[in-house]
């Protein structure tokens, strides 16, 4: 009877960790998908239903911890004394945990501070940075061929004791006393743990680095999207920045912004650029380079939240009113909406006229004193501090002025209209 109850402990916990192991698997390729900007675009809508995806599965793996709670005390009772596999287990707990905890915060940072969100977002990212290697090279390692114990992958020249014994040789059937077998400094297996662990390293600390090095501009300040890499714009001349702005009065933006499109990027030059606003307007009008420079702007600071999870604090922006813009076209009473195009030739998006009122919508020229890069927007983007950054158009070269509703670009493929930050 008791060993009947020993086998069946074993097979509950063979299947918890297959269940888990599959579980893990799911996650790590929707959440490497999730956080692959180029593959917004392709995946349209399809990257809303990953993401849904990556939520249930996430919270199945919730449902497998809570199953596997009421087991781990007699678990760790036959890990007694195996310090490593004790280890093991109370690494792989921490990490579920806290994928789970974070991804929780993240699943529903609609309804929490965005300080939440940006937290959790690290810890998630920082657990998955360490834990996806780790499952690797669990993985590799723990596979049948890695496990054999009659294969040296290297073997010495000169002999070594065998254990238990002081002489060189042995003595076998036969009464003959041959030359023992030389013991290998390193066994197969650790060979193949050494070579895994080395490739892994290789594999995954520069990204890890570069990473790490994003996140922690979070309290350096160094988050400022118009940096001194070449720009692939060509508008001359330069806006020059008012002095509030050459001073950076937000005292520079801290966090990383990430690079987000839903096509290749674009590129633009100032002898061809326009800018216009036109639809409902009494006096609608078109733009060069230069006299868009022209028309008078002004600094805030404000924040800038993704829907993702991330944000970036304390931007410096200049730029045009967008109220100012709409007050000069001359809004024509039938005017309800405001729509936004990007240079991009696909991107849309829109927002009430009451909404494109608020006296902190900016049509920004300026971050942190310096253009705006291409890479995030520049030379003209759309900035929106109380609502998400899918509101915040990049490359804005268009406003129009329309009656009825329109749903954006992200709104179409499952995103909320109503992209309102929790204060």
Avoid at 25 to 46: C, D, K, N
Avoid at 83 to 92: D, E, H, K, Y
Avoid at 231 to 246: G, I, K
Wanted: positive net charge; contains cysteine; glycine residues 10%.
């Amino acid at each position: 009877m008791k060993n009947r109850k020993r086998a069946g402990f074993g097979k509950q916990l063979a299947e918890l960790h297959r269940w888990n192991a599959w579980l893990v698997v799911v996650l790590a390729a929707s959440g490497l998908i999730l956080s692959w900007g180029a593959a917004r675009g392709w995946l349209g809508e399809g990257r809303v239903w990953i993401k849904q995806l990556h939520i249930y599965i996430g919270l199945i793996t919730g449902i497998v911890l809570v199953l596997y709670a009421p087991l781990l005390k007699r678990h760790l009772k036959q890990l007694r004394g195996r310090s490593g596999q004790r280890g093991n287990l109370a690494f792989v707990v921490f990490l579920l945990l806290g994928w789970l905890a974070s991804g929780v915060v993240l699943w529903q940072l609609r309804h929490l501070p965005p300080r939440w969100a940006t937290n959790a977002l690290v810890v998630h990212d920082l657990l998955t940075w360490v834990g996806l290697p780790y499952a690797a090279y669990h993985s590799i390692t723990r596979m049948r061929w890695a496990k054999k114990p009659a294969r040296r992958a290297v073997r010495t020249d000169d002999g070594a004791e065998a254990a238990g014994e002081s002489d060189t040789k042995r003595p076998y059937a036969g009464g003959l006393h041959p030359a023992a077998s030389p013991q290998p400094w390193m066994t197969r297996r650790q060979f193949i743990r050494s070579a895994v662990g080395v490739a892994l390293a290789a594999a995954v600390l520069p990204s890890f680095f570069r990473w790490m090095g994003g996140s922690l501009s979070l309290t350096s300040g160094t988050g400022n999207i118009a940096a001194d890499e070449t720009d692939a714009n060509r508008m001359l001349p330069a806006p020059q920045p008012l002095p509030d702005s050459a001073n950076v009065i937000g005292g520079g933006a801290k966090g990383s912004f990430r690079l987000y499109t839903v096509t290749p990027l674009p590129h633009f030059d100032s002898d061809t650029w326009r800018f216009t606003i036109d639809g409902l307007v009494d006096k609608p009008a078109t733009w060069t380079w230069e006299q868009f420079l022209a028309i008078k702007r002004k600094v805030q600071v404000s924040d800038f939240h993704c829907v993702t999870g991330w944000s970036v604090y304390g931007n410096t922006w200049e730029g045009i009113p967008l109220a100012k813009l709409l007050e000069a076209a001359g809004v024509q009473a039938s005017a309800q909406y405001v729509k936004f195009y990007s240079g991009d030739g696909e991107y849309t998006d829109a927002l009430s006229l009451e909404q494109a009122r608020m006296k902190d919508v900016l049509v920004a020229v300026l971050h942190d004193g310096k253009p705006i890069h291409r890479d995030y927007g520049g030379p003209v983007r759309l900035i929106v501090p109380g609502m998400y950054a899918y509101k915040s158009v990049k490359w804005l070269d268009r406003i129009e002025l329309i009656d009825r509703p329109h749903i954006g670009y992200w709104e179409e493929r499952g995103y909320d209209n109503d992209a309102w930050v929790k204060a």
